[in-house]
């Protein structure tokens, strides 16, 4: 129970380093682009190896189909609503230099709940392997800290741009810190008693709402800020994820 706490707040730390670097350095938007494309391609690993992988063994294609297609229906539909209040610069970096279609106050908003979405499925994933048994899934939690890292650099720009003070940026970071701990939480406590199916589902659930937010969200960003250096950057992502595994 307390490891399902710390390594969800571990991976959830990475937005609050991120805020940290970017509030303190100036980084070039390639460099930014290139570790949201190794992030990217570590939860595509992630997502094939460990939850995909784990879902397979415990529930069948049904079980799989419902899950993930679930998933990425689900995070389609939230990421559409927040989209249009400007979420979509939650993983934009260049966000600072563009004028905002909508108030500075509500895309500011709309970045914060988008990022909380996003983090959600994916720390719940870490106290999901914890229930199963399977102790901790480290190539998981390395997969959600390095793509959550330039998610903190490039949101903290979209907040800055919308007015927000350094201080309430922070309190917003520690915010989805506490979050991400929390969800790994009830993933390992509410799941701990499921049944082999429930969990196969909602490893599947997680894994279809990783990718869509990866398709919608970081792929487009870091070959649009990274060029097509991002495509071998990605594959050593995915490379990493199987050697941690």
Known sequence: MGAALLWG???????????FIVLAVDLPQR????????GTGALIGAVCFELLGEAMKLGG???????????????????????????????????????????????????????????????????????????????????????????????????????YKTKKIL??????LVASSLSSFLGFTVLAQASESVHAIISSFAAGAIVAMIASTMMPEAHEKGGPMVGLITACGVFITLMLG
């Open 61 to 163: 294609l049904t079980d799989i189909a419902l899950g993930f297609l679930g998933g990425a229906a689900l995070f389609t539909l939230f990421d559409g609503l927040v989209t249009r209040q400007g979420g979509m610069h939650r993983k934009r970096s260049g966000h600072g230099q563009e004028k905002l279609a909508h108030s500075d106050e509500s895309t500011g908003l709309a970045i914060f709940i988008g990022t909380v979405m996003d983090a959600v499925p994916e720390s719940a994933m870490i106290g999901l392997g914890l229930a199963q048994g399977g102790g901790v899934g480290i190539a998981l939690i390395a997969a959600i800290f390095i793509s959550n890292l330039p998610e903190g650099i490039s949101s903290t720009t979209g907040l800055k741009k919308g007015g």
């Open 171 to 176: 309190l917003m970071w520690a915010f989805v």
């Open 9 to 19: 707040a571990v991976a959830g730390a990475a937005n609050l380093i991120g805020s």
């Open 31 to 38: 460099l930014i682009a290139y570790v949201m494309a190794l």
